[in-house]
């Protein structure tokens, strides 16, 4: 069993995934009406002097992503590129 270890890292870019929509509400008024959607963000942490960037899909709700945020990496420790969960950092 992999052992685990977390992280602060910063989100380093944000892109919002339009094509891919996620209803909330089970009966909807217009196409858009309770729709969400998920961002692709670019991640940078640092482990034992090295930089690592990792790309992620990350779906949390309404809450607003930023270029800027802080976020927590849970991540194997005997591979340190593998990214197991990401959680929004709350200051």
């Known amino acids: 069993m992999d ?4 992280i602060v890292g910063i989100i380093t870019k944000v892109n ?3 094509w891919i929509k996620i209803n909330r509400k089970i009966v909807r008024k217009s196409p858009l009406d309770g729709a969400t959607f998920p961002y692709l963000v670019k991640i940078k942490y640092k482990i034992s ?5 990792k790309t992620k899909i990350v779906y949390w709700g309404n809450e607003d992503i930023n270029v800027g945020d802080k976020v927590i990496i849970t991540y194997a420790e005997n591979k340190p590129s593998k990214i197991l969960e990401i959680r929004k950092k709350n200051d």
């Open 49 to 53: 002097d090295k930089i690592y960037e």
């Open 16 to 18: 919002k995934l339009w």
């Open 3 to 6: 052992d685990k270890a977390n």
